[in-house]
Each structure stands twice: as C-alpha cells, then as structure tokens.
C-alpha cells in the first residue's frame, strides 16, 4: 500500500490541498451512497423482510424524497468545507505526504477515534434531547419514525456540524495520524451510521454481531421509534447511566411475545387445516399463517370430494365390524390428502400476493375523512350520507391520524345509552304500536343519542391508524390485517394523508380475480404436482379383506 500511495503522490498532477480535498471528498461520498443505496434497494425490493425491525413500515415518500434533496445539496457543499479546513487539518498534524503507516496504525488509531467520537456524541446527542433543543434542532432527524440509511445524514445544520461531523472528526483532530488512516476510519464510521439507520437487523452483520459492544440497528431503530434511550454508538454510557434501562424493558416483552407466538404456531401446526410445510419438499418462502386464520380452502373455496366411504359410517352404519375400520382409516387418508392439497393451494395464493402491490386493486379514489372535534352525531350523519363502514379520524392539532371511526362502535354506544333510557324506549314503542313513528323520528332519536356518548377521538382509538403504501404488497397488507385482526388499513401519500382504504373484502376480490393464475399448478398432472407418490401398500391390504369378505 505505501507504494501505491508512493505513486499516487508522484502522479497527482495538483497541488497537495487539492489532493486532500478531492480524496477525502470521492472517498466518503462513495461509502455514504453505497452503504446507503445497499440498504435501500434491499428495502424498495421488499428483501429480507424477516430481518426488518419494523415490519411494513416504510417513512413516507415525501420525507425520503426531500432527505435525499437535502443529503445531495450537503453533498455539492462539502468540497468547499473540505478545501477550507486543510489548513486546519495540517496545523493539527495530519500527514499527508508522509509514508503510509503499518497496520498497527490502522488498527489502534481508528479504535482511539471510536471512543473519543462515542463520548462526545453520546452527551452531544443526549442534549439535544433536552426540550430546550429538541423542537428546533433534534426533531427533524427524528421526523424518520422509520429510519433508512439515507436519513443519517438528514438532521438540522447545527446537529449535523456537532453530533454529527464534530463528534466524529475530534478524535483524529486530537490524536492525528496518516490522511490514509483517516480515510479508513471515515469509511468505518459511515458504515457503522448507516447500518445503525438502516431498519434492518442481520445477523450476518458485523455490527449485530458485535451488538454486545455498540448500539447497533435495533437499538437505534428503537430510539427512532420510541424516541428515547440509546443515545450512543456503544452501549458502554447507556449502561454507565441506565439511559437502555426502556429499551432492555421493551426487548424483553418482545421475546416474550415471540415465544408466545412460537408455542402458538405450534399449536396451531396441530389443527386440521393450520397452514404448515408441505409434507413433500421445504418451502423456503417465509411466509405468515392465511388471511383471519381461516383454513386454506375457506378463501378458493374448491369442492371437497366426497366418497360413499366417507359417508356409510355416518348415515349406514355397517354390521360387519371388521370392514368400518378399514374404511374409516382409507376416509382418513383421503382427508389428509386433501388437506395437503389445499395448503398447497393456500402456499400459491401467498406468492401472487407476493407479486402485486396495493396500487393495482381498484381503490375507492374518495375518503370521508372525520376530525376529532366533530361530534358523534356529525360523524354518524356523514357515515350514512356516504354509505361507509368506517372513516379515518384527524387530529388538527397535532397533525396526525388518531385511528378509524367504525360505524358499528357509534351503534354500540347508541345501544347502551339506549338501554341505560328505558322509560324513553318504551314510550317510543307505544308510539311505533299506534302508527305515530316513522324512520325520520327514529333517526333523530339516534343521533341525540350520539351527542351525549363518548367523543370521535375517544371510539377511534379503538382502531388504530395502521397505514401502508401504493407501493406495499399486498402479502404485505394481508399480513398487517391478519396480525392486527384489522378489517380495513389506510393507504397514505408522500405527506402522510390518507388517499384511501384497503379491505379485506378487496384482498379477497382480488384473489377472486385472479384465481385462474392460483389454480394453474391443478392443471399439472400428479406427477408434476408430486401427488400419490407415497406407498400405499394399506390399499393393497384393504382389497384383500374386500376379496376375502
């Protein structure tokens, strides 16, 4: 290496200062792209979903798209603040011309580096926390709920120049070394931010697999998301000062979540049509149990075969006791087989969902959106005029979405008030016995009724704002209203607006649609299909007890 460098300096036609703004600028540019553009491929392409923190969460379009404006503007600056700061970094001993140290130097320098940077940024990052800085500086860079690697660089100026770049360059200013060395550290450094931002947690990574030592991305995603805790690039100051104590509370419930969920697939692999791996071959897509956890068939609803067989012991029982045995055990074999057949069927309308996306559903282009200061009587009336089930609820105030208004929570809470006035309802009952009631007076009834039960904001938290994009699958958005037990999911612009609603009657019409593609593989013959390649040496035994009977 210190003869190419040797060369490099021989050939660089420029002066020094040019050489160290150049480099410096070609080199953490090209590590900042590439980590991050790896990391948002990998998320555009719906890859690795099983190592995403927050699954189907993406940030908005319209922050990506302004963070990556903002990062390209940083980009055109930074060669004028390099060119700027040479004198700076020569004065503090940076070497350039020299030769190029042994890995010694490369090793022990940038580990310095690393904990000067960690201790500065740790109490550089935990101040801005501080209510006094937060709302003007901090709370842009954490506008990203769901960070990307793009966004690690996406923070308020003065952020940017303290925590940032000054957390990180003060270790090489305090301690200087080779600009190679530098170089080298830079490109580390920027991993590490990028991988930290990144959403997703690989256990092949390096920094996962040092999560023992620094905050690595769950930790990180984590602060985006809860916006407290893991303030540092190692966990030594969280621990010092019990800053991780939320998140250790926060992961420990998660696992224990997982082993609850764990011991019920298990019990569900148990139940006749819980959707398991096909007894023939591994499947190695990963994929969630079928929409609502209903058995596999229940969604193409195919005719199920019926054999006399299965049916004589039922309606005529037979007096020999030595055949319903036989046919009640080849009955059984004929289920299973049936059964295997259609968790196949269900394994095909996972991957069409797979392979579509949110915007190819015919979506109602119109959203009755309610506001948490209307009252349940306006909310009742605006329901009906538009023939909806539900609506999304805004809050002006703090400009976000509170949750879904559901037609038949405004009807429970009218049901129990309705109970709660039974000297009302049975004068009401007299007039509709007399013929002096009609269906106007019965819905003015209901709505007074509305205005004394609990507020919009109140019932909408019931369901909670669960979004997802036109550019989400629809595995993706089936999975989100499996796991929640949802019945609809917003779908949200660039800004985060509602545009329109997903259902699960859409999810199952489309499947409707599209069911020619599902049953193609039915078209194969049972070879192809691997169907009736087991021995069935118990037939052969059966016919003999028929013959000999």
């Known amino acids: 290496m210190g003869q190419v460098w040797s060369k490099t300096l021989k050939a660089w036609p420029y002066s020094e200062r040019a050489l160290f703004t150049c480099f410096s600028w070609v080199i953490t540019t090209s590590a900042f792209y590439g980590f991050s553009g790896y990391y948002e491929l990998i998320r555009a392409k719906g890859w690795f979903e099983r190592y995403k923190i927050q699954p189907h969460k993406d940030p908005p379009p319209g922050l990506v798209r302004q963070c990556l404006i903002e990062g390209l503007i940083k980009t055109a600056l930074e060669p004028f603040l390099l060119y700027l700061g040479y004198n700076g970094w020569r004065k503090r001993g940076l070497k350039i011309s020299e030769p190029v140290p042994g890995l010694r130097e490369f090793i022990l320098k940038p580990i310095l580096w690393f904990i000067v940077c960690d201790f500065f940024f740790y109490f550089a990052h935990r101040l801005l926390h501080h209510k006094w800085f937060y709302g003007i500086i901090h709370k842009k860079h954490h506008q990203f709920k769901t960070p990307i690697g793009f966004s690690a660089q996406y923070a308020h100026p003065i952020e940017k120049a303290i925590a940032n770049d000054g957390s990180t360059i003060i270790g090489p200013l305090l301690f200087p070394s080779h600009i190679t060395v530098l170089w080298f550290y830079l490109v580390i450094r920027i991993w590490e931010t990028t991988n930290a931002h990144s959403g997703y947690d690989f256990p092949w990574s390096p920094w996962s697999r040092m999560g023992w030592a620094f905050n690595a991305a769950e930790r990180h995603d984590y602060h985006h998301s809860h916006n407290m805790g893991c303030y540092g690039l190692f966990r030594f100051w969280d621990w010092l000062l019990g800053t991780d104590e939320d998140f250790l509370k926060w992961r420990a419930g998660q696992q224990e979540q997982e082993k609850l969920k764990s011991s019920e697939n298990q019990l569900s692999t148990k139940q006749p049509h819980a959707l398991i791996q096909t007894h023939h071959k591994p499947s190695t897509l990963h994929r969630p149990p079928p929409l609502n956890a209903q058995p596999a068939h229940s969604i ?72 948490t200061r209307s009252s349940t009587h306006d909310a009742f009336r605006a329901l009906l005029s538009a023939n909806l089930l539900s609506a999304p609820v805004w809050d002006e105030e703090r400009k976000v979405y509170t949750g879904f208004l559901e037609l038949r929570d405004l009807l429970a809470s009218a049901v129990r008030w309705h109970d709660e006035k039974l000297d009302e309802v049975r004068k009401r009952n007299q007039k509709k016995e007399e013929g002096n009631s009609d269906c106007l007076e019965d819905a003015s009834f209901l709505t007074g009724v509305l205005k004394q039960e609990p507020s919009v904001a109140e019932l909408s938290q019931r369901h909670p704002f669960a979004p997802v994009q036109m550019t989400s699958t629809l595995a993706q958005v089936a999975e989100l209203l499996r796991h929640n037990r949802y019945h609809r999911v917003p779908v949200v612009d660039g800004d985060g607006r509602c545009i329109s609603v997903v259902s699960q009657s859409a999810i199952l019409a489309f499947i409707n649609t599209k069911k020619k593609d599902v049953m193609k593989e039915l078209e194969q013959t049972l070879g192809q299909i691997n169907l009736g390649k087991k021995e069935v040496l118990s037939v052969i035994f059966y016919c003999k007890h028929f013959v000999l009977l």
């Open 300 to 371: 193409l609803k195919p005719t199920q075969p019926t054999s006399p067989a299965t049916e004589r012991p039922d309606s005529e029982p037979d007096t020999s006791p030595s055949i319903t045995p036989i046919v009640r055990h080849a009955a059984s074999q004929l289920r299973e087989l049936q059964e295997e057949n259609f968790q196949g069927s269900n394994e095909l309308i996972w991957q069409l969902l797979s392979r579509h996306r949110v915007r190819e559903l015919p979506l109602p282009d119109k959203v009755v959106e309610l506001d």
